[in-house]
């Protein structure tokens, strides 16, 4: 039995309120064991948190990890433009290899900026499961289908491969790994085969993540061709009968916001990528009021242009106010809820809170800096002042991913030359 105590810091409990504890973790079980005073707690191993805030590891609900290798290729586009003129072509050259190389540069960026868990849309997910399983993170993938610009065979064939890497992949990396079944968005798969393949993902139990209500101009052709707004159609279809969350959630009125309440559909809200792509501003306070559970997600490194979720939880609570129109909305306290505990709701895990039988995903920030004194409030320090760089330590499911600013999981030199050099083979093959 090995036991990792996480000393000398003061933790964040999950009423929000901040108290001097040590940590005491089991490596065996990867959960919480005990949360108490100060020196009452032995372990085999130490955590020094010494000058230090213990916080639940983030949870990054809404992510394309491997697009680290297309960070910076196109910037300044709306959506549509940047998708197919710039985004989709390189992605057309992707290989397993490179992608498994943008995974896990993705995961270090993560691991360093105290991300324990992610909810992932991508393809050759089975180089991302293993990434995460050497990671030691907590992940729920997928294989995302795409219908549009292909004939029958393919469309259907890349919806049987969501339900197949779906049931395949659940439970990879000792259980860390979940997944879910992925249609792309609700223009870009067409309704038969939603129709076809949804009751489907439904009879498995399958969880479904999929992009929705990302744009204005997506809503219109909806409405148009199906006679109901997105959230309406995504109903009729079966998507919001399952353990379902959408990404973006950006136009929704208040006739999507009472079904995606009363249907218990989540929304992985992605503030910087809705502002880079001039997408709009998510009803994020009204979701919540309404009940709707609302996670934070980076989306890929290429519309955001970083994994950051601090910077996520700064934009989400700048961006709730102006959406809003009222300073009090998206407060402190909401946003850390939101990339801790209802981000880990959204995915399943049984993380994002510090307390006993809770799985061990933790990060531990350093206060001691400039930018975080004086330290009136930790809370509002985590919303709006701590960057990446202040974490010092990150642990998942028990094992220490990050010590002392050393990610122990990956010779990270070797990561990001490796993703430099097949960014730069990909994009000289997208070119040619
Ligand atoms: C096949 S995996 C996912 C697919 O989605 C593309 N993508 C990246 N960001 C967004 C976004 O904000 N909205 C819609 N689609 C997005 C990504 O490039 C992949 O092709
Ligand atoms: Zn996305």
Not at 150 to 166: I, M, N, P, T, Y
Not at 172 to 191: I, K, M, N, W
Not at 200 to 209: M, P, Q, T, V
């Amino acid at each position: 039995m090995s036991e990792l105590l996480v000393t000398g810091g003061q933790v964040l409990r999950p009423d929000l309120t901040v108290e001097r504890a040590d940590v005491l973790v089991s490596q065996d079980s990867g959960d919480i064991v005990a949360v108490d005073e100060p020196g009452t707690l032995d372990g085999d191993d130490e955590l020094d948190a010494e000058n230090g805030l213990v916080i639940p590891g983030l949870v990054n609900a809404h992510t394309h990890v491997a697009m680290t290798l297309l960070r910076g290729l196109a910037d300044d586009k709306p959506l549509d433009a940047w998708l197919q003129e710039d985004i989709w072509p390189v992605e057309a050259e992707l290989t397993a290899e490179d992608i498994r190389a943008g995974a896990e540069l993705g995961l270090v960026e993560m691991i360093r900026s105290g991300t324990t868990a992610l909810s992932d849309m991508y393809f050759e997910v089975e180089e991302i499961a293993e990434a995460v399983d050497q990671a030691g993170m907590r992940a729920a993938l997928g294989f995302t289908a795409v219908t549009v610009g292909k004939d029958d065979e393919g469309a259907r064939a890349d919806l049987q491969e969501s339900l197949d890497v779906a049931r395949k992949l659940d439970g990879r990396a000792d259980g860390r790994v979940r997944t879910t079944f992925q249609p792309h968005s609700l223009t870009t798969v067409g309704e038969e085969y939603l129709r076809e393949f949804v009751p489907k993902a439904l009879d498995e139990d399958l969880s479904i993540h999929l992009h929705a209500n990302e744009t204005a101009d997506e809503v219109a052709p909806i409405v148009d061709e199906h006679g109901m707004r997105p959230l309406a159609y995504a109903d009729d279809v079966g998507l919001l009968d399952g353990d379902t969350y959408v990404a973006h959630g950006v136009h929704v009125d208040d006739s999507e916001i009472d079904l995606l309440a009363e249907t218990d559909t989540g929304v992985a809200h992605c503030p910087a990528s809705n502002m880079k792509l001039a997408s709009g501003m998510a009803p994020v306070q009204d979701l919540l009021d309404a009940g709707v559970t609302v996670g934070i997600g980076t989306d890929g490194a290429a519309s955001n242009n970083d994994l950051d979720m601090f910077d996520e939880m700064r934009d989400a609570a700048m961006l709730g106010k102006l959406a809003a129109d009222d300073a009090s909305a998206v407060d402190a306290g909401t946003v850390v809820e939101m990339a801790t505990a209802n981000g880990a709701d959204l995915l399943g895990f049984d993380s994002g809170r510090i307390e006993a039988g809770a799985n061990a995903d933790l990060a531990v920030i350093d206060l001691d800096a400039p930018h975080l004194t004086p330290a009136h409030d930790l809370v509002s320090h985590l919303a709006y002042a701590v960057h990446g760089s202040d974490v010092r330590h990150t642990v998942c499911d028990g094992e220490v991913l990050m010590r002392d600013r050393t990610v122990e999981v990956f010779d990270e030199v070797a990561v990001r030359d490796r993703a430099a050099e097949r960014a730069a083979a990909l994009v000289e093959r997208a070119e040619s």
